[in-house]
Nanobody, 130 residues
Framework: QVQLVESGGGLVQAGGSLRLSCAAS????????VGWFRQAPGKEREFVAA????????YYQDSVKGRFTISTGDARNTVYLQMNSLKPEDTAVYYC???????????????????????WGQGTQVTVSS
């Protein structure tokens, strides 16, 4: 069982930055893949970024490439999402999710599929004003 806690959301102007954190309770992410997803009102949950194998595998949605960076902390129990050059269309509730790296890396594009992740945080709101 993995418990995830997100933090770092808030209100920021367009062009600004935020850093989200996803902390694992009582364990590390060493054997897990961690993904960030987001859901805007009236829209389906969508993939944002994922990391596995202690950062050896990193994936991004095309719309955030060059603006967002996913990373794992030195203690390997926290995954960060650094978000720069934020746009109003980035406004959403952001969720982190985790599952075994073996599962996430076992199939094509599993890293971007919400249904492949068993563990989810409660979400943190990101609002970007224009």
């Amino acid at each position: 069982q993995v418990q995830l806690v997100e933090s770092g959301g808030g209100l920021v102007q367009a062009g600004g930055s935020l850093r989200l954190s996803c902390a694992a309770s009582g364990r590390t992410f060493s054997d897990y893949a961690v993904g960030w997803f987001r859901q805007a009102p009236g829209k389906e949950r969508e993939f944002v970024a994922a990391t596995a194998l202690r950062g050896a595998r990193i994936y991004y949605q095309d719309s955030v490439k060059g603006r967002f960076t996913i990373s794992t902390g030195d203690a390997r129990n926290t995954v960060y999402l650094q978000m720069n050059s934020l746009k109003p269309e980035d406004t959403a509730v952001y969720y982190c999710a985790a599952d075994s790296a073996r599962n996430i890396l076992s199939g094509p594009n599993y890293y971007s599929s919400a249904k492949e992740y068993d563990y989810w945080g409660q979400g943190t709101q990101v609002t970007v004003s224009s």
